[in-house]
């Protein structure tokens, strides 16, 4: 039981810092884009689309990370 204990506190600190990281990189992600767009107006929509690119790259590495951190939830309750 202990261990299993020890596996749900780990997955829950590790969701949120997957959520932290997410949250930080798309920030900045949006951040940067926005900058570049006030510089440079006429490169918007090619700067947007790299931007949403780069975002759902890092979302993607997010939902994986949260799929190990419920299958270490899973595989512990055995």
């Known amino acids: 039981m202990e261990s299993q204990a020890l ?9 949120g810092m997957i959520t932290i990281g ?8 949006g951040s940067s884009a926005m900058e570049s767009i006030g510089r440079q ?3 918007a ?3 947007r689309g790299a931007m949403i690119v780069a975002a759902a790259l890092i979302e993607g590495v997010a939902f994986f990370s949260i799929i190990v951190t419920v299958l270490l939830i899973v595989l512990t309750g055995e």
């Open 45 to 47: 929509a090619d700067i």
């Open 22 to 29: 997410t949250a930080l990189g798309i920030g900045k992600i």
């Open 41 to 43: 107006p006429e490169a």
């Open 7 to 15: 596996a749900w506190l780990a997955a829950g600190i590790g969701a």
